[in-house]
């Protein structure tokens, strides 16, 4: 009898462990979402010293084929925040397929749309609506979850007339002075 009753709680024991090992990759994997929803939000609003934190320190950070990874995600911020200005953005992600690797460490993808409009000036980058998919990996550090790479492609890019400086970027209506 004792062998018996020993045996189910042991195998009692192990499935609450496996219980608790799936919560915690469950959970890993909801922070892992707000993370990246983090990123977008912040790149909308502009708020570029903490889009940098998003990041390890050591971050491989490459958009279309092209490394930005030297001075990590605050430099990465700086890059993009004087890229597009005050310029409206509105950028998403979807269908997150995440894949936990072990207890500090995951990976992702993320579908992505992202639209651009800039000033229509001299020299101005063009606008864009794009589509494409973000790969990336992810590391826990302190408790806190950080994207330690990201590699952005975009499959297609559809251009977007650049929005004149002197009416509001959103409504499109002439700017005027208080």
């Known amino acids: 009898m ?3 009753k020993n045996n189910e709680q042991e195998i009692l024991i192990n499935r609450l462990t ?3 090992q799936k919560y915690q990759q469950l959970e890993d994997i909801e922070e892992i979402k707000k993370l990246k929803a983090r990123y977008f ?3 909308d609003e502009k708020n570029w010293k903490e889009f ?7 971050a491989t950070l490459i958009s279309q084929g092209q490394d930005f990874s030297a001075g990590g995600g605050q430099a990465y911020g700086k890059m ?3 890229l597009v200005g005050k310029a409206p953005t509105v950028h998403h992600g979807h269908m997150p397929e995440i894949d936990m690797i072990d207890e500090d460490n995951a990976k992702g993808i993320w579908a992505m749309e992202d ?3 800039f000033p229509d000036a001299k020299d101005a980058y063009p606008g864009h609506n794009g589509y494409g998919q973000y790969r990336e990996m992810y590391r826990k550090e302190n408790g806190t979850w950080k994207i330690s790479s990201t590699v952005l492609t975009r499959f297609r890019m559809d251009p977007l ?7 509001d970027p959103v409504t499109g209506q002439p700017l005027t002075s208080k």
Do not use: Y
């Open 52 to 58: 940098g934190d998003l990041f390890t320190s050591d």
């Open 115 to 117: 639209m651009l409009t």
């Open 161 to 167: 007339k650049n929005w004149d400086p002197s009416t």
């Open 80 to 82: 993009i925040g004087d």
């Open 18 to 20: 496996q219980l608790e």
């Open 41 to 43: 939000r912040f790149v």
């Open 2 to 4: 004792t062998n018996t």
